[in-house]
């Protein structure tokens, strides 16, 4: 089974060759502080600001969603989201985006949104038409 | 709370399920242990008695299963919503063609789903597998018992916080949560369902799930047979069984992934197939080991090398799946994956689960590697098994790497455990990171899934084999590169790894298709590997074309470019704004939002697609129809369902992105409608009246003064609106109107049109969506083009047919009757007897008009319907016949006013929402992608079917 050794340490080397270019393309997630001084693309955590605008009109430009959020750091910016305003946007809580910071504001081209499960849904659901 | 005796619950059938869970739950650790004592006993004759007792322990388990499943079932279909599942998945409203999806929706669903398969899998090995039967259905009503566990839903431990062990899919909604309500004893009449997300009321939510828990199912079998082998020694004689098994549940659980993409692409609006999320990774990740388990297992019956991977790989497969179900079940990747189940706290049941088994597979594996048999000699460079065998650590390695990458948050919660101030780390970019790795896979894939054909198992002499070999493989790269350039031309490779890959697909491809014909010479019941391998590449050039070649055609042209490095404006603007009617090009077509149209709560756009040459004749056209799916209330948008047109060569897909937020949420239309700002005109008819309005800019101080201008051009008292359903005793007046505004060009017609229907007011306004303004009729119309009967002052005539007679100035001739009279107010009735006077009149401005009062006798009765001409206020009524003079007696009256100026309103805050947010792209070759995946499962089938043939 030499040769099958062989190849299998190559293999590893190959595995760990290929697990050192990967962390390139991890990162923890960032804060906007840090998205700002970095400029990098980076992925940022945070809560949604009910209490702010949102603004999405597509007759303006369908391709344009803004809205803010507080950072792991309670940090709170305006964020562009480059698509269109998702369903049920107000309700997520937690959202993690994927951009960069441009000017004052984050620019983001992904968005991943964490809504509450209705099984955690304390509200016991009542006929409308029993009350 | 306790002292509450509840009415109208139906308990009975939850204790009949709760019954059956204990019972299964009892019934599968008595067959696990009855066939563990069979296996140990198995050349004694305690055999046939230990085995008797486990067949009947797994009858009863599987009875059991069967009962739950049954129970739930009724439960649903009845709604009864005093449970929580039911509450949870069903509604009132929910077609009973999605009960199946609305059971599995649920985590104690799919688990059931999974035992339900289990069941069945292990009543087929009671029947075939003969010497396996025992340790093999011990081993699955092992697994049995865990999966069972997750349902139990009862207490352990003591104290004040017992821990819950399982999560109970017949619990009472009551039991769950404290609310008010039950504090009523009638309170289950009063409760309503939640129904099933609607995003899964989709057909393929009715197929996927079966099929991929089939798969996940099936990959038990194998596992078993390897605990099985390890555990009686007999590392020989289990080759031949697993190998069907195995095939069979490659192909399925294939099956089952390749349906998940189909319906991500289908039917939801993700805009592709594969998105490596986490769920996705963690179910290929399994199908990855087992095929590899298959080849392996091909390599120990041909040369009895390999035996050892074969177990290794079947064990890691069934393992991968307990891992898989923990992952996507645990709520760990919350944060990564948009269709992970969330926690409901059985994290720890599930880690058991995992650590039970991995401890199993490595004490086993542990305690008789030594003995599994091995040849002395290692395989030769230049046979088939050395690079069947170097292929399968390509797809374990390919694994592991998925593996790794998508266990982020798993490592993440490991080191935040011992170092809580650990920032977890996060893959940026997830779908490049993958597939700059799974590409050079693949390519591996393709070269040795090609030459390795080519190849002998047991070589022992290749210099004689050298040249046929040679000649071969020869050929074969010759017709790849001639394919692969023809290839080209028709999608760009646009780097050179996606060309070496192109290559190598395509020489599977050749490969593979030289295999079937020269070598086993078109004997399908051989062809399966041909035919998987060929369906491979196939599906790797289908890849290439539909992903590398995907084209978003309502790619906006208007981007700002440079925004973001690394992101070319095509990936950002994906949507595009389309106006009604108005046909926008987006090459090479030119698309129109034609229609919508709205049936309960689905709302279906139809989208034109036209293309044309260069003289602009059209060259193909066709409509797609993307729809959106309302919630209950009519203010939120649930799903939004793409729609695709199919070519041979090509997809073009169409989505609704978004609507105006007044299409969206009907609430807020309300509130909008509320808040026009509607000015009164008063218009003369015929004669322009203008409006000034003025507009404050955002952000400027500064006001912008436009002056609108309304014409009345005429009445229509039997108008028509799009939206306007006449009823029988409707007094409904339309107004056709032109208004236009200084700043913008074209004069604009619309006819809003008011209703009085008993004493409620219907208003149908129209929008001018150029001029961002709404127009409706007041009120105060009816006053200003009706004249009350009671100010008339009729006078009669009696006239002979023909006669005239001047009247105010008017000519009037009664010029005949006309029996078949039509009269707006008029539905003719069997028993009557009716005529109308044909009275013709010349106006002293020299214009003619006509007039059809009618006369009738209904029921013995006679009735009178009086016409009028609203220009001149004319009013004719027909009150009379004498037979005997043949004479006609009218009444005619003159309003003393003409009609008034028409009081009309308009508003000029109404913001257009005539039109879609439209996402729409090219996927050129995707067929390549679903023909070759399926090729390749179908192959496994082939194989699978010649091999169950065969005796054990």
Same mark, same amino acid.
């Not at chain 1, 940022?44 to 949102?54: F, R, T, V, W």
């Not at chain 2, 509450?4 to 059938?13: A, M, N, R, S």
């Not at chain 2, 006078?795 to 039509?822: C, L, M, V, W």
């Not at chain 2, 996402?919 to 023909?931: D, T």
């Given at each position: 089974?030499?040769?099958?050794?062989?190849?299998?340490?190559?293999?590893?080397?190959?595995?760990?060759?290929?697990?050192?270019?990967?962390?390139?393309?991890?990162?923890?997630?960032?804060?906007?502080?840090?998205?700002?001084?970095?400029?990098?693309?980076?992925?940022?955590?945070?809560?949604?600001?009910?209490?702010?605008?949102?603004?999405?009109?597509?007759?303006?430009?369908?391709?344009?969603?803004?809205?803010?959020?507080?950072?792991?750091?309670?940090?709170?910016?305006?964020?562009?989201?480059?698509?269109?305003?998702?369903?049920?946007?107000?309700?997520?809580?937690?959202?993690?985006?994927?951009?960069?910071?441009?000017?004052?504001?984050?620019?983001?081209?992904?968005?991943?949104?964490?809504?509450?499960?209705?099984?955690?849904?304390?509200?016991?659901?009542?006929?409308?038409?029993?009350? | 709370?306790?002292?509450?005796?509840?009415?109208?619950?139906?308990?009975?059938?939850?204790?009949?399920?709760?019954?059956?869970?204990?019972?299964?739950?009892?019934?599968?650790?008595?067959?696990?242990?009855?066939?563990?004592?069979?296996?140990?006993?198995?050349?004694?004759? =305690?055999?046939?008695?230990?085995?008797?007792?486990?067949?009947?322990?797994?009858?009863?388990?599987?009875?059991?299963?069967?009962?739950?499943?049954?129970?739930?079932?009724?439960?649903? +279909?009845?709604?009864?919503?005093?449970?929580?599942?039911?509450?949870?998945?069903?509604?009132?409203?929910?077609?009973?063609?999605?009960?199946?999806?609305?059971?599995?929706?649920?985590?104690?669903?799919?688990?059931?789903?999974?035992?339900?398969?289990?069941?069945?899998?292990?009543?087929?090995?009671?029947?075939?597998?003969?010497?396996?039967?025992?340790?093999?259905?011990?081993?699955?009503?092992?697994?049995?018992?865990?999966?069972? @566990?997750?349902?139990?839903?009862?207490?352990? #431990?003591? #104290?004040?916080?017992?821990?819950?062990?399982?999560?109970?899919?017949?619990?009472?909604?009551?039991?769950?949560?404290?609310?008010?309500?039950?504090?009523?004893?009638?309170?289950?009449?009063?409760?309503? %369902?939640?129904?099933?997300?609607?995003?899964?009321?989709?057909?393929?939510?009715?197929?996927?799930?079966?099929?991929?828990?089939?798969?996940?199912?099936?990959?038990?079998?194998?596992?078993?047979?390897?605990?099985?082998?390890?555990?009686?020694?007999?590392?020989?004689? *289990?080759?031949?069984?697993?190998?069907? *098994?195995?095939?069979?549940?490659?192909?399925?659980?294939?099956?089952?992934?390749?349906?998940?993409?189909?319906?991500?692409?289908?039917?939801?609006?993700?805009?592709?197939?594969?998105? *490596?999320?986490?769920?996705?990774?963690?179910?290929?990740?399994?199908?990855?080991?087992?095929?590899?388990?298959?080849?392996?297992?091909?390599?120990?019956? @041909?040369?009895?090398?390999?035996?050892?991977?074969?177990?290794?790989?079947?064990?890691?497969?069934?393992?991968?799946? +307990?891992?898989?179900?923990?992952?996507?079940?645990?709520?760990?990747?919350?944060?990564?994956?948009?269709?992970?189940?969330?926690?409901?706290?059985?994290?720890?049941?599930?880690?058991?689960?995992?650590?039970?088994?991995? %401890?199993?597979?490595?004490?086993?594996? /542990?305690?008789?590697?030594?003995?599994?048999?091995?040849?002395?000699?290692?395989?030769?460079?230049?046979?088939?098994?050395?690079?069947?065998?170097?292929?399968?650590?390509?797809?374990?390695?390919?694994?592991?790497?998925?593996?790794?990458?998508?266990?982020?948050?798993?490592?993440?919660?490991?080191?935040?455990?011992?170092?809580?101030?650990?920032?977890?780390?996060?893959?940026?970019?997830?779908?490049?990171?993958?597939?700059?790795?799974?590409?050079?896979?693949?390519?591996?894939?393709?070269?040795?899934?090609?030459?390795?054909?080519?190849?002998?198992?047991?070589?022992?002499?290749?210099?004689?084999? /050298? @040249?046929?070999?040679?000649?071969?493989?020869?050929?074969?790269?010759?017709?790849?590169?001639?394919?692969?350039?023809?290839?080209?031309? *028709?999608?760009?490779?646009? /780097?050179?790894?996606?060309?070496?890959?192109?290559?190598?697909?395509?020489?599977?491809?050749?490969?593979?298709?030289?295999?079937?014909?020269?070598?086993?010479?078109?004997?399908?019941?051989?062809?399966?590997?041909?035919?998987?391998?060929?369906?491979?590449?196939?599906?790797?050039?289908?890849?290439?074309? @539909?992903?590398?070649?995907?084209?978003?055609?309502?790619?906006?042209?208007?981007?700002?470019?440079?925004?973001?490095?690394?992101?070319?404006?095509?990936?950002?603007?994906?949507?595009?704004?389309?106006?009604?009617?108005?046909?926008?090009?987006?090459?090479?077509?030119?698309?129109?939002?034609?229609?919508?149209?709205?049936?309960?709560?689905?709302?279906?756009?139809?989208?034109?697609?036209?293309?044309?040459?260069?003289?602009?004749?059209?060259? =193909?056209?066709?409509?797609?129809?993307?729809?959106?799916?309302?919630?209950?209330?009519?203010?939120?948008?649930?799903?939004?369902?793409?729609?695709?047109?199919?070519?041979?060569?090509?997809?073009?897909?169409?989505?609704?992105?978004?609507?105006?937020?007044?299409?969206?949420?009907?609430?807020?239309?309300?509130?909008?409608?509320?808040?026009?700002?509607?000015?009164?005109?008063?218009?003369?008819?015929?004669?322009?009246?203008?409006?000034?309005?003025?507009?404050?800019?955002?952000?400027?101080?500064?006001? +912008?003064?436009?002056?609108?201008?309304?014409?009345?051009?005429?009445?229509?008292?039997?108008?028509?609106?799009?939206?306007?359903?006449?009823?029988?005793?409707?007094?409904?007046?339309?107004?056709?109107?032109?208004?236009?505004?200084?700043?913008?060009?074209?004069?604009?017609?619309?006819?809003?049109?008011?209703?009085?229907?008993?004493?409620?007011?219907?208003?149908?306004?129209?929008?001018?969506?150029?001029?961002?303004?709404?127009?409706?009729?007041?009120?105060?119309?009816?006053?200003?083009?009706?004249?009350?009967?009671?100010?008339?002052?009729?006078?009669?005539?009696?006239?002979?047919?023909?006669?005239?007679?001047?009247?105010?100035?008017?000519?009037?001739?009664?010029?005949?009757?006309?029996?078949?009279?039509?009269?707006?107010?008029y539905v003719p009735r069997e028993e009557d007897v009716a005529v109308s006077a044909m009275i013709s009149v010349q106006a002293p401005d020299g214009n003619s008009y006509l007039a059809q009062?009618?006369?009738?006798?209904?029921?013995?009765?006679?009735?009178?319907?009086?016409?009028?001409?609203?220009?001149?206020?004319?009013?004719?009524?027909?009150?009379?016949?004498?037979?005997?003079?043949?004479?006609?007696?009218?009444?005619?009256?003159?309003?003393?006013?003409?009609?008034?100026?028409?009081?009309?309103?308009?508003?000029?805050?109404?913001?257009?929402?005539?039109?879609?947010?439209?996402?729409?792209?090219?996927?050129?070759?995707?067929?390549?992608?679903?023909? #070759?995946?399926?090729?390749?499962?179908? #192959?496994?089938?082939?194989?699978?079917?010649?091999?169950?043939?065969?005796?054990?």
């Amino acid at each position: 089974m030499k040769k099958i050794y062989i190849v299998a340490i190559l293999m590893i080397v190959a595995a760990i060759a290929l697990l050192t270019t990967a962390a390139d393309d991890m990162s923890t997630y960032a804060t906007f502080s840090q998205a700002t001084r970095s400029g990098d693309r980076v992925k940022i955590a945070g809560q949604l600001s009910k209490d702010k605008e949102m603004y999405y009109n597509p007759a303006e430009d369908p391709n344009y969603f803004s809205f803010y959020i507080k950072d792991t750091e309670g940090e709170e910016r305006k964020v562009v989201l480059l698509s269109e305003k998702p369903q049920d946007f107000e309700l997520s809580e937690q959202i993690v985006l994927t951009g960069q910071m441009k000017d004052e504001a984050f620019v983001a081209t992904d968005m991943l949104m964490k809504c509450p499960s209705k099984y955690k849904d304390e509200e016991v659901y009542i006929k409308n038409e029993g009350k | 709370m306790q002292d509450i005796q509840y009415i109208g619950e139906h308990l009975l059938p939850g204790q009949v399920g709760q019954a059956a869970i204990v019972a299964s739950f009892v019934a599968s650790l008595f067959a696990g242990i009855s066939y563990f004592f069979a296996t140990q006993r198995r050349d004694t004759e =305690e055999y046939e008695t230990w085995r008797g007792m486990g067949r009947w322990g797994f009858l009863v388990h599987g009875l059991s299963i069967f009962t739950i499943i049954g129970v739930m079932f009724y439960l649903m +279909v009845n709604q009864y919503y005093e449970y929580q599942y039911v509450q949870a998945h069903v509604s009132e409203d929910l077609p009973f063609k999605y009960i199946f999806s609305a059971f599995w929706e649920g985590q104690e669903g799919s688990f059931l789903l999974w035992m339900f398969w289990h069941v069945i899998l292990g009543l087929v090995l009671m029947a075939t597998a003969r010497q396996w039967e025992a340790p093999t259905l011990s081993i699955l009503s092992l697994i049995q018992l865990f999966i069972g @566990s997750m349902i139990l839903g009862i207490y352990v #431990g003591f #104290g004040d916080e017992p821990s819950r062990l399982g999560s109970n899919p017949l619990m009472l909604l009551r039991d769950v949560m404290d609310a008010p309500i039950f504090a009523k004893a009638d309170y289950a009449a009063q409760l309503t %369902g939640s129904g099933l997300n609607p995003l899964l009321q989709n057909y393929w939510m009715t197929i996927h799930p079966p099929t991929l828990f089939l798969g996940f199912a099936s990959t038990s079998i194998p596992f078993c047979y390897a605990i099985a082998a390890l555990w009686t020694k007999e590392h020989k004689a *289990w080759l031949q069984p697993t190998l069907r *098994w195995a095939l069979f549940s490659g192909g399925i659980l294939g099956i089952g992934i390749l349906m998940g993409g189909a319906w991500a692409y289908e039917a939801l609006s993700f805009g592709g197939y594969w998105a *490596w999320d986490p769920v996705e990774n963690m179910s290929l990740v399994p199908w990855l080991i087992l095929v590899a388990g298959i080849h392996t297992n091909l390599i120990a019956r @041909s040369t009895g090398h390999s035996v050892r991977s074969t177990y290794i790989y079947y064990l890691l497969t069934f393992l991968f799946i +307990v891992y898989s179900t923990f992952l996507t079940r645990s709520g760990v990747l919350g944060d990564t994956s948009v269709h992970a189940f969330t926690e409901m706290g059985l994290e720890w049941q599930l880690v058991a689960f995992i650590v039970f088994f991995l %401890g199993l597979s490595g004490a086993m594996m /542990a305690l008789r590697f030594k003995g599994i048999p091995s040849p002395q000699k290692e395989e030769d460079t230049a046979s088939k098994e050395f690079w069947m065998f170097i292929g399968t650590l390509v797809l374990l390695f390919s694994a592991l790497i998925i593996t790794a990458s998508t266990s982020l948050p798993v490592y993440n919660k490991i080191v935040q455990f011992f170092d809580p101030a650990f920032e977890g780390r996060v893959i940026t970019d997830p779908e490049p990171h993958y597939n700059k790795y799974q590409l050079w896979i693949a390519i591996f894939i393709g070269v040795l899934s090609g030459i390795a054909q080519y190849l002998r198992y047991r070589e022992t002499n290749f210099k004689k084999y /050298a @040249s046929k070999f040679g000649l071969h493989t020869g050929i074969a790269l010759a017709a790849t590169a001639v394919l692969t350039y023809i290839a080209t031309l *028709w999608i760009e490779a646009k /780097a050179w790894q996606y060309l070496v890959l192109l290559f190598f697909g395509i020489f599977t491809i050749a490969t593979n298709v030289d295999y079937l014909l020269t070598f086993i010479r078109g004997n399908l019941k051989l062809a399966g590997s041909a035919f998987s391998h060929i369906g491979f590449g196939i599906m790797v050039v289908g890849i290439l074309a @539909s992903g590398l070649n995907k084209r978003i055609i309502s790619n906006n042209p208007f981007v700002m470019d440079g925004l973001i490095e690394g992101a070319t404006s095509e990936e950002l603007r994906r949507n595009i704004l389309l106006f009604k009617d108005s046909p926008l090009i987006m090459p090479p077509y030119e698309v129109t939002y034609i229609a919508d149209t709205v049936d309960t709560f689905t709302r279906t756009f139809t989208v034109n697609y036209k293309r044309r040459d260069k003289e602009g004749n059209v060259v =193909e056209e066709f409509n797609l129809h993307p729809n959106v799916l309302y919630d209950k209330s009519f203010t939120k948008i649930a799903a939004s369902n793409p729609s695709t047109k199919r070519y041979w060569n090509r997809d073009i897909f169409t989505h609704i992105a978004s609507l105006p937020q007044v299409e969206i949420d009907m609430e807020y239309r309300r509130q909008r409608e509320d808040s026009l700002n509607y000015q009164v005109l008063n218009a003369p008819i015929g004669q322009s009246v203008s409006l000034v309005d003025t507009v404050p800019l955002k952000e400027v101080d500064t006001f +912008v003064v436009k002056t609108y201008r309304a014409t009345v051009e005429h009445i229509n008292r039997t108008p028509t609106h799009p939206d306007y359903q006449p009823e029988e005793g409707d007094i409904a007046i339309g107004a056709t109107i032109q208004v236009e505004r200084d700043d913008e060009e074209g004069v604009f017609t619309v006819n809003p049109v008011l209703v009085l229907r008993g004493q409620l007011l219907y208003s149908y306004p129209e929008q001018i969506n150029a001029l961002n303004a709404k127009v409706r009729l007041n009120e105060g119309v009816f006053d200003a083009v009706f004249s009350p009967e009671t100010d008339l002052d009729y006078r009669s005539f009696t006239f002979r047919q023909g006669d005239k007679i001047e009247y105010n100035g008017y000519q009037i001739q009664f010029a005949g009757f006309n029996r078949k009279p039509e009269h707006p107010n008029y539905v003719p009735r069997e028993e009557d007897v009716a005529v109308s006077a044909m009275i013709s009149v010349q106006a002293p401005d020299g214009n003619s008009y006509l007039a059809q009062p009618v006369y009738l006798i209904r029921g013995n009765r006679p009735f009178n319907l009086k016409d009028e001409i609203p220009e001149k206020g004319l009013h004719f009524r027909f009150t009379g016949i004498d037979p005997t003079s043949e004479t006609v007696e009218l009444q005619i009256a003159q309003a003393s006013k003409t009609t008034q100026a028409i009081p009309i309103e308009l508003a000029t805050n109404s913001l257009r929402s005539d039109y879609i947010v439209l996402e729409a792209i090219e996927f050129p070759g995707i067929n390549l992608f679903w023909f #070759g995946a399926t090729l390749m499962m179908l #192959g496994m089938f082939v194989s699978m079917g010649r091999r169950i043939g065969k005796s054990v």
